[in-house]
């Protein structure tokens, strides 16, 4: 297993050569300590394990790793399905000037096809999704205040690797002295 920076694990994820809607997510508050968890899961892109934690407002801070090269039966169970109510996308930046312009102008017919049909809003954002290229993007279920009853599920299962990131992401805490309050 190799422990990475999360924005490394992120940038697989984008760079991982997978149908982008069949990505799913499930995360919250870490079990222990200051940050969040989120998992990462796709059919064939594997399994992503993340935990970050804010540094300040403006520096999100963690490490990640993969923790298995693709996502079974029993996994994916732990992940929500199409029909959940919370979604999720990693977006790339436009490559160019031109590049930005033609997706503005896709987004710009999507956004105008969806005003005039009847439409629903996991079909909108799919399409929104498609129209900008995203990379990564599905359903999530995550809960800002806590944990999902799935996300404690799959700690048990990668309890290793759990293990493993919760030092690296405790040296990283104590390094930016963050549990400490300001005067």
Do not use: C
Request: proline share 5%; glycine share 8%.
């Amino acid at each position: 297993m190799r422990i990475r920076e999360w924005k490394d694990i992120v940038d697989d994820v984008v760079e991982k050569d997978v149908d982008s809607d069949d990505w799913r997510a499930v995360g919250g508050s870490r079990a222990d300590g200051v940050g969040e968890d989120l998992y990462l899961g796709h059919p064939r892109g594997g399994v992503y394990l993340l935990k970050t934690y804010a540094k300040n407002p403006y520096e999100v801070k963690g490490v990640g790793t993969q923790v298995a090269r693709k996502l079974d039966d029993e996994i994916g169970s732990f992940l929500p399905e199409q029909e959940t109510g919370g979604r999720f996308a990693v977006q790339n930046p436009p490559e160019s000037e031109d590049d930005a312009e033609e997706k503005a102008r896709h987004l710009e017919a999507v956004v105008e096809a969806h005003a005039d049909a009847p439409t629903t809003p996991n079909d909108f954002f799919d399409d929104v999704m498609d129209a900008l290229d995203s990379p990564a993007f599905g359903p999530m279920d995550f809960d800002q205040y806590g944990r999902p009853e799935s996300a404690d599920e799959l700690s048990e299962r990668f309890e290793e690797a759990e293990d493993l990131l919760n030092e690296e992401l405790e040296d990283l805490i104590d390094d930016d002295d963050v549990g400490r309050a300001f005067q």
